[in-house]
């Protein structure tokens, strides 16, 4: 996932992001409130950990922002205050979590994996039909067509491109993929995900001219349209 950590404690920062791209994570790191507005306006982010205590522009400021522009990225603070009317004061300002420090990389983790999955399953347009570009799909009746023309797909080309069109022009990683179209457990090392992205590639685009489905070569897959 691409995440985007504000934290003016270096050492802290440093950790966090080696630790989050050891997991295949893209970690953006602004040491400011200013400089993280700045990295967030340009480009769309997964998630966002941000302290409170920031030089510049405090977190709870920044929260409000970057919530302003943008109802659906989770927000996960992080602060030395640990009282409940400052959990309260973070919560009304926008955040979807709240850790305080000190804390363990393995919890962090948790959370995040906890506020991915949410923001993916809560993301449902209004009548449960995603839709991208020419292709439709109806969380109902599990139906899906291209340009009007009904694709056949088993429960687990359904799961897979549902996350793919939920997550369109985002580049998703193989362990992103596994882990919420299969399980936290699943083997990226077996080539499940690249036959299954075959079986969709062949029913999604194989018989019209525009390909959505595209491999980002050394990140993962993507749907997007053609520049």
Known sequence: MNILLVEDERKIADSLQKGLQELGHEVSVGYDGKIGEKL???????????DINLPGING???CARIRSRNKHVPVLML??????????????????DYMVKPFSFDELIVRIRALLKRSTSDNIPVGNVLHFSDLEMNLDT???SRSGKKIALTAKEFQLLEYLMRNSKRVLSRAAIG?????????TNTNTIDVYINYLRKKIDKD????????QV???YVMKEPN
Do not use: C, M, R, Y
């Open 179 to 187: 882990e919420n179209v299969w399980d936290i457990d699943f083997d």
């Open 79 to 96: 602060t030395t205050f640990g009282s409940v009317p400052d959990k309260i004061e973070g919560f009304n300002a926008g955040a979807d």
């Open 40 to 50: 967030f306006n340009q480009q769309p982010f997964d998630l966002v950990i941000l």
């Open 142 to 144: 599990k139906e899906v």
């Open 208 to 215: 019209f001219p525009v390909k959505l489905i595209h491999t």
């Open 60 to 62: 709870l400021e920044l």
């Open 218 to 220: 050394g990140f993962g």
